[in-house]
């Protein structure tokens, strides 16, 4: 199973909007609604920020949304804010009854 | 306070086992599936394994497939991954997740992560 497909890094000014894509195929992304996303702070455990493409588990900021479109899923962080910088990994369940997840993405808040 | 706490780790050499534990607390670990995941230093999230809820369903993937096995002891509310065979690609924090309430609907792999236990692989 390949890893999802992220871009390397993002950047943004605080008060900015960012988006993150995630990129897979028809037996995961693409075939499923449960593609869900993480931040990881270094040195720390990953925290789920969103589950099943857009639902935000309690307590996790309404500045954080998720969405779909064919095999291609995009985190939006709007109103950024200095603690929003972190890694981003998006996750998925796959036709193999198995979960992959993307390469990550390096979320630099200038 | 929901906490899993992941115990186990440690220097191994190549071929050589090792067996991991989460401890779980907080909340009813008898009704979640339950995740392993690794990151290499510097490196990204790899998923390695699920158990459902009764331990009766396992899936992994393929890099440790053979050579992994995840297991679980719901009275004592504690997971389990068993490293056999370990080679130096097996070298890497490895945490353990709490995936979603059996029968849920959900397949997001974890809600709630422990802090990591790390595995190096090295002669």
């Known amino acids: 199973q390949s890893a999802l497909t992220q871009p390397a890094s993002v950047s943004g000014s605080p008060g900015q909007s960012i988006t993150i894509s995630c990129t897979g195929t028809?037996?995961?992304?693409?075939?499923?609604?449960?593609v869900s996303w993480y931040q990881q702070h270094p040195g720390k455990a990953p925290k789920l920020m969103i589950y099943?493409?857009?639902n935000r588990p309690s307590g996790v900021s309404n500045r954080f949304s998720g969405s779909k479109s064919g095999n291609t899923a995009s985190l939006t962080i709007s109103g950024l804010q200095t603690e929003d910088e972190a890694d981003y990994y998006c996750?998925?369940?796959?036709?193999?009854?198995?979960?992959?997840f993307g390469g990550g993405t390096k979320l630099t808040v200038l | 306070e929901v906490q899993l706490v992941e115990s186990g780790g440690g220097l191994v050499q190549p071929g050589g086992s090792l067996r991991l534990s989460c401890a779980a607390s907080?909340?009813?670990?008898?009704?979640?599936?339950m995740h392993w995941v690794r990151q290499a230093p510097g490196k990204g999230l790899v998923w390695v394994s699920r158990?459902?809820?009764?331990?009766?369903?396992?899936t992994y993937a393929d890099s440790v497939k053979g050579r992994l096995t995840i297991s679980r002891d719901n009275a004592k509310n504690t997971l389990h991954l068993q490293m056999n065979s370990l080679r130096a690609e097996d070298t890497a924090v490895y945490f353990c997740?709490?995936?979603?309430?059996?029968?849920?609907?959900?397949?997001?792999?974890?809600?709630?992560w422990g802090q990591g236990t790390t595995v190096t692989v090295s002669s």
């Open positions: 997740a709490r995936g979603p309430y059996s029968g849920s609907g959900s397949y997001y792999v974890g809600d709630v």
């Open positions: 158990i459902n809820s009764d331990g009766s369903s396992t």
């Open positions: 028809s037996s995961d992304v693409g075939g499923y609604n449960y």
């Open positions: 996750s998925s369940f796959t036709s193999s009854s198995t979960w992959v």
């Open positions: 099943e493409v857009s």
């Open positions: 907080g909340f009813t670990f008898s009704g979640h599936w």
